[in-house]
Nanobody, 117 residues
C-alpha cells in the first residue's frame, strides 16, 4: 500500500525559504504524477504544484515564480523548494499521487509550514 512521508516544514520569516521532501513508498513511483497540496483549517486542500511522470511541472497562480517542484525517481522522492515565502503560505503541506485532478492515495500526516515574523 502506498505511503507518503512528508518532511522539511518549520517556522520561517516572510521572505525566507524552505525545502519540503516527500518520500513515496509502495508504488511504482516513476509512473505516477505527484502533487504537493496545502490545507489551512476549515478550507479544502488545494493543489499548489504538480510534477508529471515525465517531469513536466505546473503551479497554482499563487505560487508561480516562488515555488519549484522536482522529483528523484531513484529515491522515490518529490521536493518542493519554496522561496520568498509569505504569511499566506502558512498551511499543512501534503503530497499525493494525482490523476485528472483527483488525488489517488491515502493522505499522510503532512508537514507544517508557518510563515511569520
Amino acid at each position: 500500500q502506498e505511503q507518503f512521508v512528508e518532511s522539511g516544514g518549520g517556522l520561517v520569516q516572510p521572505g525566507g525559504s524552505l525545502r519540503l521532501s516527500c518520500l513515496v513508498r509502495g508504488i511504482a513511483f516513476s509512473f505516477y504524477d505527484v502533487g504537493w497540496y496545502r490545507q489551512v483549517p476549515e478550507n479544502p486542500r488545494e493543489l499548489v504544484a504538480l510534477v508529471r511522470s515525465g517531469g513536466a511541472t505546473s503551479y497554482a497562480d499563487s505560487v508561480k515564480g516562488r515555488f519549484a517542484i522536482s522529483r528523484d525517481d531513484s529515491t522515490h522522492t518529490v521536493f518542493l523548494q519554496m522561496d520568498n515565502l509569505k504569511p499566506d503560505d502558512t498551511a499543512v503541506y501534503y503530497c499525493n499521487t494525482e490523476a485528472e485532478g483527483t488525488p489517488l492515495g491515502i493522505w499522510g500526516q503532512g508537514t507544517q509550514v508557518t510563515v511569520s515574523s
